[in-house]
């Protein structure tokens, strides 16, 4: 008989959490104004919120954290997360943030001004958020395919050649770079092929302008690259990775995901002007070069956290985890996003709650009814994460409407999946019940997803 497929690690510490009555969630989530970032997180059972920061370190990461180094400047924990980081994606300059969002605040505040065109796929909603506060604007050239649910694609986070060339063609003196997102989170965490990659770079080239790649999740892409692209089975994630990031002139990166730490991103670059230019905004933002915004001791965590989870086994057991989730839906018939991306399943709100009109915005709804069916947060990735258009001030309803159950890595097991899976069967099976959603009563200018507060449409 041949053996089961099971995880690459065994379990050393645990963590209570508690389940709470259908009556006392009904109660929680209309205190919490209906938007599941306002839950405290002891009234959740299975957070599914995001994969970020919420990953469980491993042993030497721990024991790494006993070597942290505090110095305020030139800390040994910082030589040695930048000759990591320098190993893993060849790039030589390295800032450290407190996160992705700091990396990108630091990066942009030296790179974009009002006026400007920052082409990519997808841009994740901070990126976006970084983009528009400065004046700029965001142009998503995600392939068409990505907005088709349904539709099975190997690499639905791709680049649309195509769009990307008319966009420079037209506005090439306003792009300071172009940037890519890998896996592209909002598309669905689809990842995105080194091929497209290579093809993204020869139109930068054409145009001299640079390519970033924000990298969260970039050893889950190269794990798909690995086992989705003809002629990349044979090579290590560590080959794909350093392929990656040759073909970048930078990276943002927030550390809380591919690098399982619970906080911690940085900038890496192999420009010295952008390096140079970017210094003078992490001090007064973020801190001091060798440290900004972390800890030696989350430096050093940050270090093996990147080594760690660019070896195969370590991405299997994750990447294997969430598609059985996804084995579990397509068994109750529940439409996500196809195929499984790498760091969560999303739900296409959309065919899930087919009663409810955009106008009452159907994936929140569905988080709101996941989470009053068994105490599970997910997060809405669709509407209102989308925010107003900052000309017209509208809506926008033209992309994908998701829920997401972002999968945090090592720390549920597939036992917990199994519920998962249930709770949104059985709210699919009453999906003719539910024909009323959710209207703004509060929101903010930007990200309004955090702090949006909501009231029954009726
Ligand atoms: C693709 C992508 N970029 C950037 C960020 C921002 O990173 P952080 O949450 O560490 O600020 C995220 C966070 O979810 C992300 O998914």
Not at 41 to 59: H, K, R
Not at 406 to 429: G, Q, S
Request: contains cysteine.
């Amino acid at each position: 008989m041949e053996l089961p497929f099971a995880e690459s690690w065994r379990i050393k510490m645990v963590e209570p959490i508690r389940t709470s009555t259908r009556q006392e969630r009904e109660e929680w989530i209309r205190q919490a104004h209906y938007n599941l970032f306002q839950l405290p997180a002891e009234q959740v059972y299975i957070d599914l919120l995001t994969d970020s920061g919420t990953g469980a370190m491993s042993d030497r990461q721990w024991s790494a954290m006993m070597m942290g180094d505090e110095s305020y400047a030139g800390a040994r924990s910082f030589f040695r997360l930048r000759d990591a980081i320098h190993r893993i994606t060849g790039f030589e300059y390295v800032i450290p943030t407190h996160q992705g969002r700091a990396a990108e605040n630091v990066l942009f505040s030296a790179l974009v001004k009002a006026g400007d065109i920052v082409p990519g796929n997808s841009h994740f909603d901070t990126t976006k958020g970084h983009i528009e506060s400065r004046k700029a604007f965001a142009v998503d050239c995600t392939i068409d395919e990505a907005k088709d649910t349904q539709l099975e694609h190997p690499f639905k986070g791709n680049v649309d050649i195509a769009k990307l060339d008319n966009v420079l063609a037209e506005n090439a003196d306003k792009v300071p770079f172009v940037i890519v997102t890998i896996t592209n989170n909002t598309a669905g965490g689809q990842p995105v092929s080194l091929q497209n990659l290579r093809d993204v770079r020869a139109i930068c080239d054409k145009y001299g302008k640079p390519l970033v790649l924000d990298s969260a999740r970039f050893a889950e892409n190269a794990y798909f690259i690995k086992t989705r692209e003809e002629g990349q089975e044979g090579r290590s994630i560590k080959e794909i990775v350093l392929d990656t990031f040759a073909l970048a002139d930078a990276m943002t990166m927030s550390a809380k995901k591919d690098a399982i730490v619970n906080m911690g991103g940085f900038i890496a670059t192999r420009r010295a002007e952008w390096y140079e230019a970017a210094k003078v905004y992490c001090i007064p933002f973020e801190g001091y070069l060798t440290y900004g915004g972390m800890n030696g001791r989350d430096m050093e965590a940050l270090a093996v956290g990147l080594d760690e989870n660019t070896e195969f086994d370590s991405l299997h057991t994750r990447i294997h985890q969430v598609q059985f989730l996804a084995s579990l839906l397509d068994e109750y018939g529940v439409p996500y996003q196809r195929p499984a991306g790498g760091h969560a399943i999303f739900v296409d709100a959309s065919k899930v709650l087919p009663n409810i009109p955009k106008e009452e915005f159907p994936a929140q709804t569905l988080t709101v009814e996941l989470y009053k069916e068994a105490g599970i947060r997910s997060c809405e990735i669709g509407y209102i994460l989308a925010d107003r258009d900052p000309v017209t001030r509208e809506n926008r309803f033209g992309g994908l409407d998701l829920c997401r159950l972002a999968i945090p890595r090592r720390t549920y097991t597939d036992n917990h999946m199994r519920v998962i899976a249930a709770a949104l069967r059985n709210v699919f099976e009453r999906r003719d019940e539910i024909t009323r959603g959710y209207r703004i009563t509060e929101e903010a200018e930007l990200m309004r997803h955090f702090t949006v507060k909501l009231a029954p449409a009726e």
